[in-house]
């Protein structure tokens, strides 16, 4: 499965370190919407959806989380704790977010508002609209 992983530069000094995000530059897409979950409890799973249309990129901005990506045809995971760096989900890719870090700070750029008829909450249909 073709993995897209954004690194994002970093500006550091003896200050710190400060990311920018610019859509069409860095982020490949016009950023229409951007969410962000925290003081998510362990042992959740969230996510559990794919998106017909949707393209967003998830950047970990404190902490660390695991993605579970499955395009239909296989399923890779991913350790997210790099703020750094930023994983492109596209659309029609069901995803799965757990093993959250108590401090977990996951962002979300998307390029779309939301829109709940954009979701298929079922794996069942969406292995059946990949077919
Ligand atoms: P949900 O889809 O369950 O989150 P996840 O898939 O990440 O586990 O969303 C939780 C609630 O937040 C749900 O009631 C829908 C709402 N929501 C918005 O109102 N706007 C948004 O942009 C998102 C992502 C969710």
Redesign the pocket.
């Known amino acids: 499965m073709d993995i897209k992983l954004i690194q994002l530069q970093k500006h550091g000094d003896a200050r710190g370190s400060l990311v920018s995000l610019e859509d069409q530059k860095n982020v490949p897409f016009t950023i229409r919407?951007v969410?962000y979950?925290f003081g998510t409890q362990p042992n959740v799973r969230?996510?559990?959806?794919a998106h017909k249309n949707l393209r967003q990129l998830v950047i970990v901005v404190r902490g660390s989380c695991r993605f579970l990506l499955d395009d239909g045809n296989e399923h890779i995971e991913i350790f997210l704790d790099n703020p750094a760096q930023g994983l492109l989900i596209e659309s029609m890719m069901w995803r799965e977010m757990y093993d959250f870090s108590e401090d977990c700070v996951l962002m979300v750029l998307a390029d779309a508002h939301?829109d709940e008829s954009d979701y298929i909450r079922s794996h069942e249909q969406f292995m059946e609209s990949k077919r």
């Open positions: 919407r969410y979950l969230r996510g559990l959806h939301y």
